[in-house]
């Protein structure tokens, strides 16, 4: 017989930075952040997040039981400069309290800028605990069909068309060679733009996967080749977060 060890609160009560996803998107919190993720988020009081609004209200929503004003926020964001010593963000783990970091959607530290805080929490022996809760990115491989066992995560092709079009071609090869999954994402006032140069570079065989909206009402979720995407009304996308994966 194997037993499991039960989670529990007491299991992060010391200093320790914890991941704790969020919602994709709209969604009731308890539809999609786990009873156990929501426990723990209720014993933390200092917290690291990518975006203070949406961060205070995402824990409001979460009912964490204490008043949002009573709690300590730092902002880890895409414009912290890349010098800027995040120790201080740290401190209170260090001080044996919990310290949570929190995404502006789905898991931290994937495409987003928590990494460097995770890779300091390990260069200063401070213990990482990841959080069950949804990511739009396994989400998408899950639906999409396409290979499961052999992937990659590519995250943000270039802005710039040339660039961003020669990236897709080396994406196409390198799934062909190695039969893996690529998967990439993009900003969502850009997604038209992504969609037009996979379709314009991909080989008609190639095939394309466009999950939008993950969890939402209006998700959307099609896997077809290149040459039949061609040939359909090409989804709404502009204002929509979206996953795409490659299979050649």
Avoid at 186 to 197: C, F, G, I, K, Q
Avoid at 240 to 245: A, G
């Amino acid at each position: 017989m194997v037993y499991r060890k039960k989670w529990s609160c007491s299991m992060i009560s010391a200093g320790k930075l914890i991941l704790i996803p969020a919602p994709l998107g709209d969604d009731a919190v308890e539809a999609v952040i786990p009873a156990g993720t929501l426990d723990a988020m209720r014993t933390i009081r200092h917290f690291v997040v990518e975006e203070l609004r949406t961060a205070r209200r995402y824990l409001s929503r979460a009912n964490i039981g204490v008043p949002i004003d009573s709690l300590t926020f730092f902002e880890l964001n895409e414009h912290t400069p890349a010098a800027q010593d995040l120790s201080p963000y740290l401190q209170p783990a260090v001080d044996g309290l919990p310290v949570g970091l929190v995404s502006e959607a789905g898991v931290p530290a994937v495409a987003d800028p928590g990494a460097r805080l995770v890779k300091l929490a390990h260069e200063t022996n401070i213990e990482v605990v990841p959080l069950v809760g949804p990511s739009s990115i396994l989400l998408a491989l899950m639906a999409s069909g396409l290979n499961g066992q052999c992937f990659a995560f590519a995250g943000y092709l270039p802005v710039k068309p040339p660039e961003r079009q020669q990236r897709l071609r080396m994406l196409e090869k390198q799934s062909a060679a190695r039969h893996e999954t690529q998967i990439f994402i993009e900003t969502p006032y850009r997604n038209e733009a992504l969609l037009h140069d996979v379709l314009t570079v991909c080989r008609p065989d190639t095939l394309l996967c466009i999950a939008a909206n993950l969890t939402q009402p209006d998700a959307f979720i099609k896997t077809a080749c290149v040459g039949e995407w061609r040939n359909r009304p090409a989804p709404p996308l502009r204002k929509k977060p979206c996953v795409f994966l490659l299979m050649s």
